[in-house]
T-cell receptor, first 111, second 114 residues
Framework: TQLLEQSPQFLSIQEGENLTVYCNSSSVFSSLQWYRQEPGEGPVLLVTVVTGGEVKKLKRLTFQFGDARKDSSLHITAAQPGDTGLYLCAGVAEYGNKLVFGAGTILRVKS | NAGVTQTPKFRVLKTGQSMTLLCAQDMNHEYMYWYRQDPGMGLRLIHYSVGEGTTAKGEVPDGYNVSRLKKQNFLLGLESAAPSQTSVYFC?????????????FGPGTRLTVL
């Protein structure tokens, strides 16, 4: 069974601070996705990273896929209250058509 | 274009009762999924479908059944609800599988079993 571990589980920071969320596994994934979920809603896809070592930027968010395709990170620069939510990483199994989700990181940005 | 919709939004059941959750998508996606989300456990796959008339078991299928009679609909049934099935249920759909298995989620159904 492929597992994804996210850390930290919970993060509470002040507006303007930077933060990094990690997603780690002992298994190789074909690709890794990051979703954001707000209370009472379903997850919404932010990005998909496919190639080992790939870096993608989405405004203040930077996503990186590890060289060995076993881990990923999400870095937010100058966090804003609108970034508050649950961040989930999800891996596409190397031999499958399903997603494996991490347990998520709850981010709270205080103004 | 509503995307993925789920009904009902909330439901309270007594132990042993049955119910059906309905998921509908208007994006003509082949692939549909049912997940449950519990605190600290992320999303766990219950059942999924790779096309009309097909279903397959996911990670936690026990106590649930599904049907995909029409391409746009995916139904999740609980025949005899148990308190352990108290959870938030999400339906998702995707256009393709493989590295770009990018899933679109519904708003969820919050189910409480007493």
């Amino acid at each position: 069974t492929q597992l994804l571990e996210q850390s930290p589980q919970f993060l509470s920071i002040q507006e303007g601070e930077n933060l990094t969320v990690y997603c780690n596994s002992s298994s190789v994934f074909s690709s890794l996705q990051w979703y954001r979920q707000e209370p009472g809603e379903g997850p919404v896809l932010l990005v998909t990273v496919v190639t080992g070592g790939e870096v993608k930027k989405l405004k203040r968010l930077t996503f990186q896929f590890g060289d060995a395709r076993k881990d990923s990170s999400l870095h937010i620069t100058a966090a804003q209250p609108g970034d508050t939510g649950l961040y989930l990483c999800a891996g596409v199994a190397e031999y499958g058509n399903k997603l494996v989700f991490g347990a998520g990181t709850i981010l709270r940005v205080k103004s | 274009n509503a995307g993925v919709t789920q009904t009902p939004k909330f439901r309270v059941l007594k132990t042993g009762q049955s119910m059906t959750l309905l998921c509908a998508q208007d994006m003509n996606h082949e692939y549909m999924y049912w997940y449950r989300q519990d605190p600290g456990m992320g999303l766990r796959l219950i059942h999924y479908s790779v096309g009309e008339g097909t279903t397959a078991k996911g990670e936690v299928p026990d106590g649930y059944n599904v049907s995909r009679l029409k391409k746009q609909n995916f139904l999740l049934g609980l025949e005899s609800a148990a308190p352990s099935q108290t959870s938030v249920y999400f339906c998702a759909s995707s256009h393709s599988v493989g590295v770009y298995n990018e899933q679109f989620f519904g708003p969820g159904t919050r189910l409480t079993v007493l």
